[in-house]
């Protein structure tokens, strides 16, 4: 499924949603409209009525339009709170489907790809273009609130005369035009991404030179370099704002013509109902705007859509054929096997291979592993444990005593319910390992692949973790792949693969 | 890492304090607004006299023409105005930002902001685009346009500007009223969302494990949760600014009615109480046709609210940035000083569950020291710390027995991959020493095997940034080339065979012990050939 078809499947549910927000959002534009109209031809009418004598003051029917006025009055601000509650909980929920999805599909991703996307970048996908998606969603309503408050003026100037109609009605179309001719020739599409893209960019690789920045003080030299970047987008981004800006001014231009036009075609008419086609009319024009801003609008979400697609339409991982056995190798309970190389000979990469974390799809039958960089989950010491599948608190503290970590979080007065990392306790790279080897050992497959489990361990607790493993290999009748520069483990193997 | 918290008007502070620089073009703005305003006057003024004209003679064009006029010319100053007024609203948005980056990359590039901090630098400065682009704009006129208008009015009927006064007075407080509750939900608001975003860059950081795990479905689950725990706090603090957008659409609607309905009455002649003004049609039109523009400034405010809401949210990020302590004075080394690690821990700013270290050792003056250890134990980190980048979390470092201050100017660097800078080779050998002599760029070329790449482009040849056409041998040699030209007491070399074939390593290997003499050096490596120049090596777990 692409992420259009996906997206759309998402906001199914809320569909009746979003078409009561139109409704209401058109509702809201016809009452401004309709409010601002027949409070002009009410006065004017008063007025002339007032004028006429006692008599026609009286003949007046004064009840019907000023009860009109206050239920225009009350309407609108009712539809407002209806049409942005329903709009804003239609997109709101719709992009909380969304966002697990996304973060779904990352998941099933071939670990190739997904592994190579920057965590800035899909951060930001994931947060600030998704975001933007919401917006657009609440913004769909403006075509029809639009649409409304110009119908409602059109049928306000026929009122007056068929004559005041039309000239409304080609001087819509006429700012419409006009608005679309300019977002066409001055939008520029994407430079201001772009441009912020390259700041980003450069800036990123300038952090990553700091050492140098430091010792060859390349400071004012690199800003000089960053300043010219930051022209360029104050350039687009002058250039977009006028866009907008000149849109909006051509149509505010184009009211007073038409207002002048107006006045021309309907003054030998009924005064009270030129007034009513005028006033009408001026406000309009005005909910032109709001279809204006959606337009501006319109392009943000599009790229947002586009960026959000490429990470959510990454290839899908292949889950099938992985082999039963490494080389020469079953990957079974029998298997004592060590990796040795000189470091930087690419032992980690061949682990990582073996996985399939380099490839189309993870081997998640065959292994249970502890990588070598150790890298925790950001919650409680439970969920870290709780990756490797459910497991009872007897089992999970079993495996942290076989890591020689019980005592540790034993110790901790949350105990396994301790956050880890941002705002909790912070762990020692020993102690990461050891509650990567826990977490591994939880894990029911055939092979450990352990990578450096005891480093960052004194001699004790690494002969108490090694003796530890030794006695779990033969209980769960686990086969063991491991790579270790450190003396203690290596005796656990019987057969070495040379890299 | 951000953590001191700033109060509210600590953040307004710094908002203003960040504008002060564009005064002149702020007064601009200002007037510009109030500018506006007289347009609208004109087009009132505009519509009732036509109106008016067309009551008391028989329709003809010339009878019209001039009121007709001062609409048609209102609207257009109106949109000559709201044009200049947008672009320059943005251009001051577009200065302080850049002038905010500037600062801030600034103190980065000078080791008082720590890089892993400048995560989000982008999306908190470019944040603060609505507040100065339209917000503050907004918030302007709706503090002095209303005002006026209700002021024009009263020039004309007194009774409708009470009216309007009248109708202003509940809203403010409504709106304070409301503003007061919305702050505790929104911070509520921007706190999950700032739970999900954490969540989320965890685990991408953390993807690898999930998927050796196969624990997709659990973590998706937890993604879904804090997804829909967003929304329902947003939900909860929108549902406020909803109602303050209703009160906003009533009051708005209610002056409309509340004038339309006093002056007809009063036109007719029938209203149920005596007022002690006269109104004609004509006045009964020009208070109508402003009676809409006296809540339209507060419309467009209530509109850019969310601007503002995002931008003080970044402002208190951007602050904490804020708070690095200044960097000590610059000291210089006279000789080949011994260097001591003590108990030195230190960590990563995307990453605090991990820290590197403890690790102890002492780099004897004029000697070399090597750091090993496997891929990812932090020998790069440990050496960057010298050059005043990175955390020290633990322990201290001694340079000749005194604590570390800012040494930069006495360290030579060679990086695993030597940076290139756009210009010419020359240019990039000289940013080492830019008083070095001819001889001394000779000297320095020769010593680190640069001859054969000086011998076949020249010294002016052209680099870019991305170093096209260099190989990482070459690169490494310009490496060297700089730090011989420094001539600094302290060598830092982080892994400077690494990527090179044998051959390309052999060479280098053999240049290095020229490199070394008279300084003390301290090398990140995995080369055994390397390692066995050093006079001691230390392994990093």
Request: aromatic share 6%; glycine share 8%; proline share 4%.
């Amino acid at each position: 499924m692409n992420f259009e078809a996906f997206q759309k499947a998402a906001i199914r549910p809320f569909r009746p949603r979003l078409w009561l927000t139109a409704a209401m959002a058109a509702g809201v534009s016809v009452c401004a409209v309709a409010l601002l109209g027949l409070s002009g031809w009410f006065l004017t009418a008063a007025a002339i009525a007032g004028a006429g004598g006692t008599l026609a003051a009286q003949a007046f029917n004064y009840v019907l339009p000023s009860a009109f006025i206050r239920l225009f009055a009350i309407a609108r601000t009712a539809l407002r709170y209806g049409e942005r509650y329903l709009g804003h909980s239609a997109a709101l929920r719709a992009m909380a489907v969304v966002r697990p999805g996304l973060f779904a599909k990352l998941v099933a991703a071939r670990p190739s790809q997904s592994l190579g996307v920057s965590r800035g970048d899909a951060s930001s996908r994931f947060i600030e273009d998704v975001t933007a998606l919401e917006n657009d969603l609440v913004m769909q309503s403006a075509p029809y609130a639009a649409t409304g408050g110009l119908v409602m003026a059109g049928v306000f100037c026929g009122w007056a005369t068929a004559w005041a109609a039309l000239t409304f009605a080609a001087f819509v179309a006429a700012a419409y035009a006009v608005a679309r001719w300019i977002y066409g020739h001055r939008s520029s599409d994407g430079a201001e991404q772009a441009a912020l893209g390259q700041l980003k960019a450069r800036v990123a690789d300038i952090m990553a030179i700091l050492p140098d920045v430091r010792a060859y003080d390349l400071k004012d030299r690199l800003l000089a370099e960053l300043d010219a970047l930051e022209d360029r987008l104050h350039a687009a981004k002058t250039r977009t704002i006028g866009a907008d800006a000149l849109a909006n001014a051509a149509v505010t231009v184009l009211t007073g013509l038409c207002l002048a036009a107006i006045a021309a075609v309907s003054m030998h008419g009924g005064l009270a109902d030129m007034a009513l086609a005028l006033l009408a009319a001026s406000m309009g024009m005005e909910s032109l705007g709001a279809l204006l801003k959606a337009r501006g609008q319109a392009a943000v979400a599009k790229a947002a859509k586009t960026r959000v697609a490429t990470l959510y339409e990454l290839p899908e991982a292949v889950q099938s054929g992985h082999s039963d056995r490494f080389g020469g190798f079953a990957l079974d309970g029998t298997l004592r096997l060590r990796i040795d190389g000189p470091s930087g000979s690419g032992k980690t990469r061949l682990v990582e291979t073996l996985l399939g974390l380099r490839d189309d799809g993870v081997d998640t039958v065959h292994f249970a592993p502890c990588l070598q960089d150790a890298p925790v989950l950001t919650g409680t010491v439970r969920q870290n444990l709780l990756m490797a599948g459910d497991a009872d608190e007897d089992r999970m503290w079993q495996a942290l005593d076989d890591a020689a970590l019980k005592t540790r979080i034993e110790a901790l007065p949350k105990g396994l319910d301790t956050w880890l990392g941002d705002g909790g306790v912070t762990l020692s790279g020993g102690e990461r390992k050891r509650l990567s080897l826990a977490r591994a050992y939880l894990k029911p497959a055939p092979v450990l692949v352990l990578d450096e489990p005891t480093e960052g361990l004194d001699a004790q607790t690494e002969a108490f973790v090694v003796d530890r493993l030794r006695a779990r290999l033969a209980r769960e009748g686990q086969g063991l792949i491991l790579i270790s520069h450190r003396e203690a483990p290596r005796i656990l193997a019987d057969t070495v693969l040379e890299i | 890492m951000p953590s001191r918290v700033s109060s509210p008007a600590d953040i307004r502070r710094q908002l203003k304090t960040w504008q002060t620089p564009q005064a002149a073009r702020l007064r601009l703005a200002t007037l510009l607004g109030v500018a506006d305003v007289a347009c609208v006057a004109g087009f009132a003024w505009g519509l009732s006299h036509m109106v008016t004209r067309l009551w008391q003679h028989a329709p003809a064009v010339h009878l019209i023409a001039w009121p007709v006029g001062a609409v048609v010319l209102s609207l257009a100053i109106r949109a000559g105005l709201s044009l200049t007024s947008q672009k320059l609203n943005q251009d001051i948005a577009r200065r302080v930002i850049r002038h905010i980056r500037r600062d801030i990359l600034d103190r980065a590039l000078s080791g008082t902001v720590a890089a892993g901090a400048l995560n989000d630098l982008f999306a908190d400065t470019e944040a603060l685009e609505g507040y100065y682009a339209r917000f503050r704009q907004a918030s302007a006129q709706a503090a002095t346009a209303p005002l006026i208008l209700v002021a024009l009015t009263a020039v004309r009927s007194p009774v409708s500007a009470a009216l309007l006064a009248l109708s202003l007075v509940p809203f403010v407080v409504l709106m304070a009223l409301l503003g007061l509750s919305s702050a505790a939900e929104s911070k509520r608001q921007l706190d999950a969302l700032s739970r999900l975003s954490n969540l989320f860059v965890d685990r991408i950081r953390t993807l690898p494990l999930i998927l050796v795990f196969a624990d997709g479905r659990r973590q998706t689950a937890a993604v879904a949760r804090a997804a829909s725990d967003v929304a329902e706090r947003t939900l909860q603090v929108l549902k406020l600014a909803f109602v303050t957008s209703a009160v906003l659409e009533f009051f708005s609607a209610l002056s409309v009615a509340m004038i339309a309905v006093y002056c007809g009455f009063s036109l007719l002649g029938e209203l149920p109480f005596k007022v002690p003004e006269h109104l004609t049609l004509g006045t009964a039109f020009f208070v109508l046709a402003l009676s809409p523009e006296v809540y339209a400034p507060m419309r467009r405010l209530s509109a850019a609210y969310h601007d503002r809401q995002t931008a003080v949210a970044a402002t208190e990020r951007l602050m904490a940035l804020e708070t690095g302590s200044p960097r000590p004075a610059a000291v210089a080394l006279a000789g080949a000083p011994a260097v001591v690690f003590d108990g030195v821990a230190t960590g990563f700013h995307d990453d605090p569950s991990f820290r590197i270290g403890p690790v102890s050792f002492t780099a004897r003056p004029g000697a070399v020291t090597a750091l090993t250890g496997p891929t990812g134990s932090g020998k790069t980190t440990l050496l960057r710390l010298l050059l005043g980048d990175g955390a020290l979390l633990e322990g201290r470092i001694l340079v000749d027995g005194k604590p570390i201050d800012d040494i930069a100017n006495s360290i030579g660097w060679v990086s695993q991959s030597p940076p290139i800078l756009t210009g010419t080779l020359r240019d990039n050998l000289l940013l080492a020493n830019p008083r070095a002599a001819e001889t001394d760029i000779a000297r320095a070329v020769a010593v680190a095997g640069l001859g054969p790449l000086v011998a076949a482009r020249g010294l002016d040849a052209r680099l870019d940034d991305r170093g096209s056409g260099l190989s990482g041998g070459e690169r490494k040699r310009i490496g060297l080339a700089r730090a011989l030209l420094k001539d600094a007491p302290i060598l830092l070399l982080d892994e400077p065979t690494a990527d090179l074939d044998a051959a390309s390593e052999a060479e280098v290997l053999a240049v290095l012990p020229a490199v070394f003499a008279g300084r003390t050096v301290i090398l990140s490596s995995h080369s055994p050939a390397l390692v066995a120049l050093a006079g001691q090596e230390v392994r990093v777990a």
